[in-house]
């Protein structure tokens, strides 16, 4: 159900959508919240990385997750991880173009099941530093 996007990342010192353009998308359903990540890249490494805060309104603790481009997330129960790059890993040699990553996160990983009037606060940030955030209502 629903569906919400961040818009492009932006640069936090200029406020201009920042290069490479990255942004996430997000679906829910009684399970799980579900964040899609596209992340431009003209040289993928397996280090590639955004960082991801999910904190359900009324929780103390927020869910933070690294997710690569090689694939890897932070270790957290509840979650499920897909990637899929269109370019080679850790190869300077070719232009690569792009890499998504798909999460299910357990609404028990947020502590906090999706009810009316509910509300995630998302934050997302790539290591040079673009960054994104959303409130994602119900």
């Known amino acids: 159900r629903g569906a919400a996007r961040t818009g492009w990342f932006v640069n936090p010192a200029t406020g201009e959508a920042a290069r490479p353009h990255t942004e996430a998308r997000f679906a829910w359903d009684e399970e799980f919240l579900y964040v899609g990540l ?5 040289d993928l490494s397996s280090e590639d990385a955004v960082s991801v805060r999910l904190q359900a309104y009324g929780t103390r603790r927020p869910l933070v997750l ?35 990553a798909e999460i299910a996160v357990s609404w028990s990983a947020l502590g906090r099941r999706p009810r009316a009037g509910g509300r995630v606060a998302a934050h997302f940030e790539r ?10 209502s119900f």
């Open 38 to 42: 596209y992340a431009a890249d003209r």
């Open 66 to 100: 690294r997710l690569t481009a090689g694939g890897t997330t932070s270790d957290v129960p509840g979650t499920r991880l897909a990637v899929d790059r269109d370019g080679t890993l850790d190869d300077p040699r070719d232009e690569d173009e792009e890499w998504t």
């Open 127 to 136: 290591p040079d530093g673009a960054r994104a955030a959303a409130v994602l």
